[in-house]
Nanobody, 116 residues
Framework: VQLVESGGGWVQPGGSLKLSCAAS????????MAWYRQAPGKQRELVAS???????NYADSVKGRFTISRDNAKNTVSLQMNSLKPEDTAVYYC???????????WGQGTQVTVSS
C-alpha cells in the first residue's frame, strides 16, 4: 500500500486549500480512508474519515469547514478545507487501515500553514 499526499501550502486565515491523497497497491474501494494532522508539540489527531460506503466522520474542530470525499475510480481521497484558521496549521497525513489484518498505512505528510 502506498499513499501520496499533495496540495499543502501556505494560506491566509479564512482561505481554502484542498488536499489529495493518491492510493495504490490496494483495493481502494473497500478501505476506510482518513486524514490526520499533527501540529508541532502535539499528538497526531484524526481530522476526518470516510468509509467505503461514503459515511463520513469529522473532528468537532473542523465540522462545517472541512469536507472529505473519495473517488473510487481514481483511487483518491480529498480534503477540502475552508475558513482555515491558524490552529489548523499542521502536517496532514493520509491514512488507511487494512480491513482484515488492521495494518496501518500512512502517507509522507503535507504541510499546511495558516498565517497572515
Amino acid at each position: 500500500v502506498q499513499l501520496v499526499e499533495s496540495g499543502g501550502g501556505w494560506v491566509q486565515p479564512g482561505g481554502s486549500l484542498k488536499l489529495s491523497c493518491a492510493a495504490s497497491g490496494m483495493i481502494f474501494s473497500i478501505y476506510t480512508m482518513a486524514w490526520y494532522r499533527q501540529a508541532p508539540g502535539k499528538q497526531r489527531e484524526l481530522v476526518a474519515s470516510i468509509r467505503s460506503g461514503g459515511t463520513t466522520n469529522y473532528a468537532d474542530s473542523v465540522k462545517g469547514r472541512f469536507t472529505i470525499s473519495r473517488d473510487n475510480a481514481k483511487n483518491t481521497v480529498s480534503l477540502q478545507m475552508n475558513s482555515l484558521k491558524p490552529e489548523d496549521t499542521a502536517v496532514y497525513y493520509c491514512n488507511t487501515v487494512h480491513p482484515a489484518n488492521y495494518n496501518n498505512y500512512w502517507g509522507q505528510g503535507t504541510q499546511v500553514t495558516v498565517s497572515s
